[in-house]
């Protein structure tokens, strides 16, 4: 059995992550989320957008994978479990998913915002927010940024053609923790529900899916995924 995964922030919310749609308590919430994840914010002021990744960075470093990635991957003694994620944390790794496609990068690579060199800058110790940190400065002069994907960036060739063959391949979606508004990301359920499959959607609030997926459990996913895996073979007949 092949099993693909979608998920979004609402995974990692459980581990104490913010989701991208709360309103960010503190410096950030005076500001659209799209002004500091997207390639004009960056343009626009690196500092505010560096020291927003350098905060979240921090708070992904020092939270702990929930029982929700744990199941997925638990499912891996079942099936062969592809999991493609919007998230740019590494909390799927860590839960123990050994097969991860990030379609919008992550937050523990960074590189030269013009001459794309990989870096792995010293990042100051944070005990709390600051509002702007100029980002280090690379070799060629250039400014260093995380490796995510901006609103305004093209998504990476190698992740996202990884999650249109796993998609393809799935005998069943789990769609988990996403608002599925954000494209070419969210057409992905789309595309498996195009295909006929059974996607199940894991979600405590209503999605532009809801209305398309097989079956919707309005609930979280730490309380959902951990006692799926046993129903999964029965789901599929
Ligand atoms: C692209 C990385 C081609 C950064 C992210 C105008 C100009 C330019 C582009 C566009 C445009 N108009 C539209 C676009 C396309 C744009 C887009 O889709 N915009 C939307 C807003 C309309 N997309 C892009 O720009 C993409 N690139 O199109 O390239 C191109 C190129 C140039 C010009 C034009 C086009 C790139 C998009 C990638 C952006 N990067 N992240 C970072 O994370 O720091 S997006 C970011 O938000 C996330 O990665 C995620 O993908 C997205 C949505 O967040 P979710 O994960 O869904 O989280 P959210 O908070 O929304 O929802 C959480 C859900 O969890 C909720 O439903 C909640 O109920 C649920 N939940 C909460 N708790 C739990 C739970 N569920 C289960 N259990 C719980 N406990
Ligand atoms: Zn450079």
Partial sequence: MQVAVFSGAGISAESGVPTFRDDEVGLWAQYDPYEV??????????????????WRWQLSRRVEPNLGHRAIADWEQHAKVHVITQNVDNLHERGGSSTVHHLHGSMFEFRCADCDHPSNPVMPELTEPVLEVAPPVCDCGGLIRPGVVWFGEDLPDGPWNAAVEAIDAADVLIVVGTSGVVYPAASLPERALDQGKTVIQVNPEPTPLSDRVTVHLRTTASAALPGMVQRLPFLLG
């Fill in 37 to 54: 994840s997207s390639i004009d914010g960056w343009n626009r002021h690196p500092e505010l957008v560096w020291a927003w990744y350098l």
